[in-house]
């Protein structure tokens, strides 16, 4: 068992008493109310889920084992001569809540070596799609292909304990996020690179070895690491995050459950919001000639987008209300390596004059930018321009979130997910409609 494993066991035998505990002595206790609203509106707001891997924050965004992202980015473990942690280290802090010493990051490193071949007839799977599939269905597909490879599923055939199912959850989880850079690199260089594949370097990290097979120079190593842990997790509610457990909480293995999490994640009010966001930005460069318009000219063309009933896409949150710390973890990237892109340009004075303006207008409850209105604009600087693509990279760090909440449900014994449902006419009833 490795190190990792074994702290990870003695972490599961602590925290199992608490939760028994809890659903023994306090069961009855009310932690939410829904309204009308709620049941209709999507359940926004219905505290109903329980995850210890990260929490949103209304006033200070993600936290991630509670820890702010400045704090987790200056606490992890950085690439030596690289400003970025290693995301290896980043899931060691995710499965076990414990800040990773170099030691513990180079064993997950290690891990993740011996697990990261991608077996041949998943290449075959990709290939057999149609060259116009979206890279997101491609990639779905090419891990639902691997549901044979299920250490779990052969597992709970066999009549395992209920105690022990986090244990092969744990090496699927493992085996697969070891997977995915490789996976994805090879579904980008296939569809948007004539095929010309770049195999992956034994010696490079997950982050580093990524780029590398992506075939995009230094420092964009240290964007993937970056994109990686600011896209992994963000509390258990949104759509990919929910539909990762709700799969997984019916017993299915976490080939079923990724390969679902991506369905979620490829809507265009989910993980598809980036791309939309570097569009309008892009067609509002159109609309200037090109130019990078002053303050004044960039207000102008902010209230009059929002005068004529249309939003300013990248701002606002249903949560934050705060600048989301993702997005300025991003910008002070994008100061640093792209000050003078025209696209960062246009982002950055955009960031200057919206929320004043989104303040006076009334109508926004966050009137600060969220993460997507920064992400797409680093991936374009350093040569990822195929806008399909941003949302696979998304898939890859959203996987290492999903896949630590997965591991910790099963150690915890949670059962399967099934709400009840209400009729209109019994909101109705309940409203004192007649």
Known sequence: MSKLKET???????????????????????????????????????????????YLDPFEGIRFRGHTIPETLAALPKVPGH?????????????????????????????FKKRKKVPDYVFDVIRALPADSHPMAMFSNA???????????????????????????????????????????????????????????????????FAHMMGIDKPYDDVSRLYFILHSDHESGNVSAHTGHLVASALSDVY????????????PLHG?????????????????????????????????????GQVIPGYGHAVLRKTDPRYAAQREF??????DDPIFKYVDILYKVTPDILKEHGKA?????????????????????????????????????????IIWDRALGYPIERPKSLTTAMLEEAAGIK
């Open 143 to 209: 891990i639902l292909a691997m549901e044979k490879e299920s250490i779990f599923a052969k597992k709970y055939k066999e009549g395992i304990s209920k105690m022990d199912y986090w244990d092969s959850t744990y090496e699927d989880a493992l085996n697969l996020l070891a997977k995915l850079p490789t996976i994805a690199a090879y579904i980008y260089r296939l569809k948007y690179k004539n095929g010309d594949i770049i195999p992956s370097d034994p010696n490079l990290d997950f982050g580093g070895d």
């Open 365 to 405: 409850k966050n009137p600060w930018p969220n993460v997507d209105a920064q992400s797409g604009v680093i991936q374009w600087f350093y040569g990822l321009t195929e806008y399909d693509f941003y949302t696979v990279l998304f898939g890859i760090g959203r996987s290492l979130g999903i896949l630590s909440n």
């Open 334 to 339: 994008c100061l640093k390596h792209l000050p």
């Open 256 to 267: 079923y459950a990724i390969s679902a999490m991506l369905g979620g994640l490829a809507g």
């Open 272 to 308: 598809l919001a980036n791309e939309m966001v570097l569009r309008w930005i892009q067609g509002v460069m159109d609309k200037m000639g090109g130019k990078t318009p002053d303050e004044e000219e960039m207000k102008k063309f902010v209230w009059d987008t929002l005068n004529s």
């Open 8 to 54: 990870l066991l003695e972490k599961i035998e602590g925290w199992r008493p608490r939760t028994t505990r809890l659903l023994k002595e306090y069961g009855d206790v009310k932690v939410s109310d829904v309204t009308i609203t709620q049941a209709i509106g999507g359940a926004r707001g219905v505290k109903c889920l329980v995850t210890d891997i990260s």
């Open 83 to 111: 400003e970025m942690p290693y995301v290896e280290g980043f899931l060691y802090l995710l499965l076990t809540g414990d800040k990773p010493t170099e030691e513990q990051t180079a064993e997950v490193i290690a891990e």
